[in-house]
């Protein structure tokens, strides 16, 4: 269930504090107020596949060009769209790890939830949790703090952890330990909107951090895109926005699930259109598996041997 804010009150963070928080955010973390534009510009449609009423203060002005710099190149003036449809996409995407997480959520089993990178995420507000999960954030200080000044007033509906710190630190699994994260049980993780802007040794090192301190039966979930997205000329209108922003995507795989396999999860891939990754909205073929030099997307997600 999702409960509206009220997003009126005289408490509203002023416009100079808001700017101070933006200024201190990278290209890569800036991303995370694009993410949140889209998804408020999803919960004023008809015909949402969401609601996510906390969306429009995290993205700010900053959000919205964002969002309009995303839509130019998505939808030319002239000329047929080429690139992936990025408001379908995150629309699809947001409610596919909706599903994830209450579906992980609903296990008697699961006890701790990780969202990591947590950007502008609201999950932890607008949907209730059982009284048994703990929620662990973990996102760079700048990111946390901005998010902090604008959902201050607002309380998540969830034992809530933020830990504050890079994922590429040496010792982020410390600081998420001695948050209340028990390596001993099984955790749900979600890497949301990561893997792409990351270079390939990174990601390898994440996922290896990841798997070394997730109990056996522990699930991952995450999006990533295949290698050929990252240089298909179809693709180019839409890389030059993120590299323009100083934000490029850097890596991708064509087989999600070996990549995961290689870290102990067995994994099943899906992409955007697909059944159980379509909502009714996917605007695209779906390019079977077999088939090469496609663009693709994949939403992934498995369990710990």
């Not at 769209?81 to 995407?93: C, E, G, K, L």
């Not at 200080?141 to 998010?147: H, S």
């Not at 795989?253 to 994994?267: H, R, V």
Request: net charge negative.
């Amino acid at each position: 269930m999702t409960t509206a804010p009220d997003t009126t009150s005289p408490d509203t963070v002023s416009a100079e504090a808001t700017s101070l928080a933006i200024a201190a955010l990278d290209a890569v973390e800036r991303t995370s107020l694009l993410t949140a534009a889209l998804r408020a510009t999803e919960t004023q449609r008809a015909d949402r596949l969401y609601e996510d009423p906390y969306a429009a203060a995290l993205a700010g002005e900053t959000g919205l060009g964002l969002l309009a710099a995303v839509r130019a190149a998505t939808f030319p003036p002239a000329g047929a769209r080429t690139v992936p449809s990025t408001p379908d996409y995150n629309a699809i995407r947001t409610r596919f790890f909706d599903d994830y997480l209450q579906a992980a959520a609903a296990d008697p089993e699961t006890t701790q939830i990780v969202l990591a990178p947590a950007g502008m995420d609201s999950r932890a507000y607008r949907f209730d949790w059982p009284s048994r999960v703990r929620w662990f954030e973990v996102d760079r200080p700048a990111v946390l703090a901005y998010k902090e000044q604008q959902l201050g007033e607002f309380t998540p509906r969830v034992d809530h952890r933020r830990v504050a710190v890079d994922l590429t630190s040496p010792d982020w699994e410390e600081q998420l330990i001695t948050a209340g994260y028990d390596p001993s049980v099984p955790s749900t993780w979600l890497l949301e909107g990561l893997l792409y802007y990351i270079p390939e040794a990174d990601t390898h090192r994440i996922l290896q951090r990841v798997a070394a301190i997730s109990a056996p039966g522990s699930r991952i979930a995450a999006d990533i895109v295949n290698a050929e997205a990252l240089t298909h000329p179809q693709m180019k209108a839409l890389l030059d926005v993120f590299a323009g922003w100083g934000c490029p995507w850097l890596f991708g795989s064509d087989e999600p699930e070996a990549l995961f396999d290689t870290y102990g999860y067995t994994a099943e891939a899906v992409q955007p259109g697909e059944s159980g990754a379509d909502f009714g909205r996917w605007p695209d073929p779906v390019p079977p598996r077999e088939e090469r030099g496609v663009r693709r997307v994949f939403f992934v997600h498995g369990r710990r041997n």
